[in-house]
């Protein structure tokens, strides 16, 4: 592996996990947002209160899964990004 596609990996690595953490920890205002422009799609701007809670908490679960999943991804981009050059060093000494 090239100095270039390290640097490159580890950039990634870093935008994937600050880019988890924003999803995760933000996900309560997106989720919101995007239920109020659900309901203001609906009928007048009305619907059920209890499809309303439920559509929001979809949305909040869904961006809490991207971001979770965005994160484990970038954390073990990171660890790879950093394990593999050991390795192959290790490899060329032999």
């Not at 870093?14 to 953490?21: A, E, H, Q, T």
């Not at 109020?36 to 309303?52: F, R």
């Not at 949305?59 to 991804?73: A, D, E, M, R, T």
Request: aromatic fraction near 12%.
């Amino acid at each position: 592996m090239s100095r270039d596609n390290i640097k490159g990996l580890i950039f990634l690595s870093i935008l994937l996990v600050v880019g988890g953490f924003i999803l995760m920890f933000s996900s309560i205002s997106f989720g919101t947002s995007l239920g109020d422009s659900w309901l203001m799609k609906q009928n007048e701007g009305m619907a059920d209160t209890h499809q309303y809670n439920m559509i929001i908490k979809t949305y909040i679960n869904n961006f809490v899964i991207i971001g979770s999943i965005s994160l484990c991804f970038g954390l073990l981009l990171a660890m790879l990004t950093y394990f593999t050059p050991l390795f192959l060093r290790k490899n060329k000494r032999n």
